[in-house]
């Protein structure tokens, strides 16, 4: 499917994948949905490939951002159901975490990011949860992810949760 490699331009090709086949009726199971109405934050893996490849379905809650974080991997998000503020973050030249890009992204749109060190980003519903699937290069559950402060420059690494 990424003949050529991984780049901004098969990412874009998958992603727009990804947001047609979000569209069809039964694509996402609904158990998935009702299972993600419990947290505020939550995700559920709706399959992984022996490769890493992995697919999964967060919701993003409109009462507080999520940490600045990375997952090790390259991925694309796209919305299906609400808003979502996407932040992306990168160290500039002094070494300062600062958000790249900010963009709201609602049902079918979405973003990519490239692996290490371009996947660090954070994200908040707009008024209601964001849905949204989530495809990663690696099974991003088993591989431990940083957590930022970009005012202190603090970095926390845990596995998720
Ligand atoms: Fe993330």
Redesign the pocket.
Known sequence: MLTGGVNEASLNTVGRLLSEVSREPGFIPQTEMRSLHGGDTTSAVLQTDPDGLTLMLGKFSPKEE?PV?N?SSWGIACVVQGRDRYRHWHHDDEGQLKVLYEKELGPGSFVTWLDPPHDI?S?QGIGDPAFELVLFGKNTMTIPRSYYNPETGEVRTALPQ
Do not use: N, R
Request: glycine letters at 0%.
């Open positions: 999520t974080h997952h980003h994200q």
